[in-house]
Nanobody, 128 residues
Framework: QVQVVESGGGFVQAGGSLRLSCTAS????????MGWFRQAPGKEREGVSC????????DHGNSVKGRFTISRDSAKTTVYLQMNSLQPEDTAMYYC?????????????????????WGQGTQVTVSS
């Protein structure tokens, strides 16, 4: 049984930082691309940052480029999202997801529809 569990969300002031963690189990971590997605009230779910199964391919949404960094630790089967210079518009529920890929550099263009296994989400709230 595949499980994806996020942690690290919270409340932060604008300009602050947070680090989200996501641990995946029940699958071979080296076989999956991992991604972070977010959904704000009334908006569609969007790709934030994704990383390929070998960790060498990454994809970021335009709104977070230069501010967010994604990384993965195979020994801990965990993916991280370091979020810096947070802004109120980053407020959303953040979800972690995994998908099997045959191409080790593939991030599936960080599109939510391409990801199979999802966590329950962790809330990030940024105050102005």
């Amino acid at each position: 049984q595949v499980q994806v569990v996020e942690s690290g969300g919270g409340f932060v002031q604008a300009g602050g930082s947070l680090r989200l963690s996501c641990t995946a189990s029940g699958l071979t971590f080296e076989d999956v691309a991992m991604g972070w997605f977010r959904q704000a009230p009334g908006k569609e779910r969007e790709g934030v940052s994704c990383i390929s199964s070998n960790g060498r391919g990454t994809d970021h949404g335009n709104s977070v480029k230069g501010r967010f960094t994604i990384s993965r630790d195979s020994a801990k089967t965990t993916v991280y999202l370091q979020m810096n210079s947070l802004q109120p518009e980053d407020t959303a529920m953040y979800y972690c997801a995994a998908t099997f890929t045959s191409n080790v550099y593939d991030t599936r263009e960080c599109h939510p529809s391409e990801y199979t296994y999802w966590g329950q989400g962790t809330q990030v709230t940024v105050s102005s």
